[in-house]
């Protein structure tokens, strides 16, 4: 079944809702993420400057980015998704820019970023090499390049496709938000990386650490309604392991 990245735009005001499933790419995923980028961060003495997050939705790493001190701007295609997030960063007192765009064509001049992250967004885009060529472009020689994804392998079809999107009593909603032929692999994603100029630094793997029965357990919960997504992300409780086999994070460098 085609993508449906409509989604974003039909359940997009409710993103930092936790009955609202747009909810688990943050409650599930930001903190394993955050953890494993600060460490980055820390590791390369990175403590500052401009950041943008490309595919932001509805602010969920951007307003993690303004948190540490970034200079941050986030742009996405959907227009609802972007009026929440600047509605929220007001809410919170935090100064955000926040643009209507996409990854394929970003309305920055060259080297105008010291960071760039990309969350759950390459396996939606059409034209990969496309976003790469335009993330290297806006970032500055030595810029840092933060990302995760999803790797296309039998564990992936099998949870981020058939038990959350394809069985009925699992599922989390009733539409195709992720097409696992657009998943990623590791050595597709460094490719591309290496074509426009990003030197891969590392990755690991993201997934969730509950057992089998547990997720499954959880699942079930949530399409019952018996708990919500907030509660459903911290059942799952993603966070960073050894197996790039289902999700994977990183970093990369911009030569130069």
Known sequence: MPI???????L?????????PLNMLH??????RMAYFRDVLARRGVDGGRALDIGCGAGFITEELAGLGF????IDPSSVAIETARVHAMQGGLAIEYIVGAGEELPFPDAAFDLVTCCDVLEHV?????????????????????????NRTRRSRLLAIRAMQEWRLTRIVDTSIHEWSMFITPAELEATLDGHGLELGEMAGLAPRAPWPT??????????????????SRRLDFGRVESLALSYMGFAVRRG
């Open 27 to 32: 409650g599930s995923c930001t903190p394993g």
């Open 126 to 150: 059409r034209d990969l090499d496309r976003v790469i060529a335009e993330t290297a472009r806006v970032l500055r020689p030595g810029g840092l390049y933060l990302f995760d994804t999803i």
């Open 4 to 10: 449906d990245n409509e989604v974003y735009d039909r």
């Open 215 to 232: 997720i499954v357990g959880a699942l079930r919960a949530g399409r019952r309604g018996r708990i919500g997504y907030g509660e459903l």
């Open 12 to 20: 997009g005001a409710g993103w930092w809702d936790e009955d609202n």
């Open 71 to 74: 200079t941050a701007t986030g």
